[in-house]
Every structure is written in C-alpha cells, then in structure tokens.
C-alpha cells in the first residue's frame, strides 16, 4: 500500500511539474510589468499550499520505502529513488525558491529565463522518479 501511495505522490508531483514547466512558467512573461510583482507573490503562495504537502509527503514515503522496501524493490533502487527526491529539494532550494523571491520584486528577462531553464532538472528529475516508480508497481503485476 505504501508502494502505491508513493507513486500516487509522485505522479502527481510529475503532471504539476509538467505543467508549471510547459504551460505555467513560459507564461510569467506575459503577465505584464503593472502587475508582475503581485503576481509573482500571489504564485508563491499559492504553489506552496499545493506543492508543499504533495513534496513533503513524498519525501516520507521515499524514506519509508528505503527503510522498509518492498520485496519486489532492491534498496539501491529505493535509495536511488530517494536520492533523486533529495536531488529535488536542493534544485528547489538554492535555485528555483531564490529566483522566485527575487522575481517578487518586479519582472526581469534574465530570471525569468533561469528560472524555465533551470527548472528543467526538477522536471527530468520528477521523471525519472515517475518512471522508476512504475517500474516498481509493474514488478507487482
């Protein structure tokens, strides 16, 4: 049940990423300078509400499954998975957070293009971790 919970997670975390990679973020830099700011903050939080549980409760299962792996799930691929989360949250931290909070103030050309550029780590990362946990529920069937 865990198994599944996680990839749950994870696939969901996958379709979020995707969309804020090719929909969401190529879209900043038609919101228009009078009210960017504003904006910005207003994605902030409302990203967080959303993408904070989702992470968090990804991160305790991962960490779960390499505690207590499956039978089916060899711990170098648990750990694998985990470090792929882990791997995630740093990207998010000390890249893509910062560019954010620095884009608060106003929008800006160059930030605006690190932030899809550098976003597109997270969004390969997300899925390998997507494919990698469907493996791990076809090794069920």
Known sequence: M???IHAALTWALVGLI???QLVHYPLFS???EGGYAAYQREHVTRITWLVAPLMLAELATGAALVLRP???VSAASAGLG???IILIW???AVVQSPVHGRLTTGFDATL???LVTTNWLR???WLLRGFLVGAWLLALA
Do not use: F, N
């Open 82 to 84: 985990l470090g792929l």
């Open 70 to 72: 499956p039978t089916h």
């Open 123 to 125: 969004t390969v990362l």
């Open 2 to 4: 865990l198994l599944v």
């Open 30 to 32: 038609r919101v228009g």
């Open 18 to 20: 995707l969309t804020i």
């Open 90 to 92: 740093v990207s998010t």
């Open 112 to 114: 605006h293009a690190r």
